[in-house]
């Protein structure tokens, strides 16, 4: 999975758990990512008794070789591990003079204003900080949701026998996909065709306007 993940995948990573319901109690963490054709793509998962910053600490650590940008479902203890373990590995710093002049040049439209402004990270809001190789439009944690979803009934098993129908899934998941490949007519994924059809469609509705 981590090969299938570093060779085909986009550089967005989700971050979840789901209880076990079964007679072995406790918490399964899941890593889930989206692969060339905008499919989930799970990239690790471990049961754990508990879920506490002490765990999600391990197990990221665990899935560190991971460099992509993630994205999180409110647990409560992920303030305390996100910067700790995330931090250096989600976004490449860069130090731009363009940068500075343009800093400069907001300062004298008012007192304060770089100081608002740089209160926030600027990994979060200047284009030059971002890294083009992690860009997607996912803005939610559903890929993770479908993960906990398709593996429902597995979840009330021991947790050997949970792992392995998992693992068997995934294995039967990769063979098809695998297959669906060799009927592709280019090299661009069907769906990501679809989606650059329907934009070609709406932009023929548009009617381009001069404006100095």
């Given amino acids: 999975m981590k090969r299938g993940w570093l060779e085909g995948c986009r550089r967005i990573i989700g971050l979840d758990r789901c209880l076990l319901k079964g007679v072995?109690?406790?918490?399964?963490?899941?890593?889930?990512?989206?692969?060339?054709?905008?499919?989930?793509f799970p990239i690790?998962?471990?049961?754990?008794?508990?879920?506490?910053?002490?765990?999600?600490?391990?197990?990221?650590?665990?899935?560190r070789y991971v460099p992509g940008t993630f994205l999180q479902t409110g647990q409560k203890s992920g303030d305390d591990w996100r910067g700790e373990i995330l931090s250096g590995d989600v976004q490449e710093l860069l130090v731009l003079q363009e940068l500075n002049y343009q800093l400069d040049m907001l300062d004298k439209l008012g007192d304060g204003i770089c100081e608002r402004l740089l209160?926030?990270?600027?990994?979060?809001?200047?284009?030059?900080?971002?890294?083009?190789?992690?860009?997607?439009?996912?803005?939610?944690?559903?890929?993770?949701?479908?993960?906990?979803?398709?593996?429902m009934g597995k979840r009330h098993k021991t947790i050997i026998t949970m792992l392995e129908e998992i693992k068997i899934k995934l294995m039967n998941s990769?063979?098809?996909?695998?297959?669906?490949?060799?009927?592709?007519?280019?090299?661009?994924?069907?769906?990501?065709?679809?989606?650059y059809q329907d934009n070609l469609a709406k932009s023929m509705k548009c009617t381009p306007r001069w404006n100095g």
């Fill in 174 to 195: 990769i063979g098809k996909t695998r297959e669906f490949y060799e009927t592709w007519i280019c090299d661009i994924t069907p769906i990501a065709m679809k989606v």
């Fill in 44 to 63: 690790a998962w471990a049961v754990v008794e508990v879920e506490n910053t002490f765990i999600w600490t391990w197990f990221l650590k665990c899935v």
């Fill in 24 to 40: 072995c109690k406790g918490q399964l963490l899941v890593v889930v990512s989206k692969e060339g054709n905008n499919q989930m």
């Fill in 119 to 151: 209160h926030y990270r600027k990994e979060t809001w200047c284009r030059a900080y971002f890294n083009c190789d992690k860009k997607c439009d996912i803005i939610d944690n559903n890929m993770c949701e479908t993960f906990n979803s398709c593996i």
